[in-house]
């Protein structure tokens, strides 16, 4: 993500509401960062497992996050980890 132009703010960012797995930066914007890992795909792809129940942990975050930082512009992404692959989804909800 550093080669794409990300900066890194925070690691395993915890909260009230739960834990971010990475906060970073890129072009003004604050990203959440879910890191899904699975060694095959017999139960569906990495980001599959990101339900509304996970987004909505991490809009909490977020708001938690801008409480403390202040107003931010905020995206979440979504990086699948697959078999040594690295697949980057942004904006992904």
Do not use: H
């Amino acid at each position: 993500m550093k080669k794409s132009g990300y900066r890194l703010i925070k690691r395993n960012y915890k909260t009230p509401f739960g834990e971010a797995d990475i906060v970073m930066e890129k072009d003004g914007f604050t990203v959440f960062v879910e890191v899904k890992t699975r060694s095959s795909t017999a139960f569906g792809e990495p980001r599959e497992a990101v339900g509304l129940k996970k987004r909505q942990k991490y809009y909490d975050i977020a708001n938690y996050y801008m409480s403390i930082e202040g107003e931010k512009n905020i995206s979440f992404a979504v990086v699948e980890v697959l078999r040594g692959k690295i697949n980057l989804i942004e904006n992904a909800f």
